[in-house]
């Protein structure tokens, strides 16, 4: 049901903790299942240098956390907006239809911090 690539983040979770002087940190969450994430962002000249998560919830939650440092990490602010909950289901290698709310949260969760980066 889940990929090899799912069960290795969710065994070994990337960039998950606190980041010291982030550029910005927001927590978003879905109201429905009650699932939260917290991302962290220190962001120079346009570029994310680092990302961390916390991620309250089910395991995909915690696996897309996971999965969206990695992605954004080094990329420009611009490229990482770009980012889909589509590219982040094929890094992943898919989710179960019932559980595609956590690949939502995490895109969600990127492109408000991104927002509050330019101030919107």
Avoid: W
């Avoid at 940190?25 to 917290?38: A, F, T």
């Avoid at 995909?60 to 589509?86: F, H, K, N, Y």
């Avoid at 898919?94 to 709310?101: A, T």
């Amino acid at each position: 049901m889940y990929s090899e690539i799912f069960k290795d983040h969710l065994t070994h979770p990337r960039n998950a903790g606190e980041l010291a002087d982030p550029s910005v940190v927001v927590e978003e969450s879905n109201p429905i299942c009650g699932d939260r994430l917290r991302l962290a962002l220190r962001v120079c000249e346009g570029r994310i240098e680092e990302a961390r998560f916390l991620a309250y919830g089910c395991p995909p939650t915690l696996v897309c956390g996971s999965i969206i440092t990695e992605m954004i990490a080094g990329l420009s602010v611009q490229d990482a907006a770009r980012l889909t909950r589509q590219d982040l289901l094929d890094k992943l290698g898919g989710l179960p239809s019932r559980k595609m709310h956590a690949a939502a949260l995490a895109i969600e969760t990127l492109r408000l911090a991104l927002e509050r980066l330019r101030g919107d």
